[in-house]
């Protein structure tokens, strides 16, 4: 059977779970980052996890809307997880709990992202990770000589108080 929350297995729920991802460059990182980094980057990647009817991401704290029905616009590609048997209900209770790391206050663009808290979720929702190549962005930006004049000024943005 499936119902609007997912399929329904016996006395289980069985919720899908997707990412979005999208390139909020639009393609221009992977156009130019070769020129201004030394290195190509395909793209800079916003995340979130579609799960319950939901697309929950991670920016001025934790926010939900209909799935593709973000700012972001429609996602560049969309990576299947599978299912879970977590129910709504203690999906949104770990949300509730994960407030003191995801919140308008934590976010950093390089260490506590849209990223960070998708991998949270999916971590939580059916024990796996994102893809290496956005897990590691903030990272490999760091490595690149740019990035390494930069990051000790982003960070200080993200740490500076308002």
């Known amino acids: 059977k ?3 929350q997912g399929i329904s297995r016996g006395h289980r729920l069985m919720a899908a779970v997707q ?8 393609g221009m990182m992977a156009a130019l980052s070769q020129n201004f980094l030394g290195r190509r980057f395909e793209g800079l990647w916003h995340t979130s996890v579609v799960v319950f009817g939901r697309e929950y991401f991670f920016g001025q704290g934790v926010q939900w809307a209909a799935p593709g029905r973000t700012a972001a ?11 879970t048997e977590i129910p709504q209900e203690l999906f949104e209770e770990h949300l509730q709990g994960m407030a003191t790391v995801f919140n308008a206050t934590t976010y950093h663009l390089l260490q506590n992202n849209c990223n960070s808290f998708t991998n949270e979720m999916l971590s939580f929702l059916v024990g796996q990770a994102l893809p290496e190549y956005i897990r590691n962005l903030p ?6 000589p740019l990035g390494a004049m930069m990051a000790p000024m982003i960070d200080n943005f993200f740490r500076s108080p308002v």
């Not at 990272?139 to 690149?144: L, M, V």
């Open 2 to 4: 499936i119902n609007r």
């Open 19 to 26: 990412v979005y991802v999208y390139d909020l460059s639009h």
């Open 73 to 83: 616009g429609q996602p560049l590609r969309v990576i299947e997880y599978g299912t």
């Open 139 to 144: 990272a490999d930006f760091a490595s690149t």
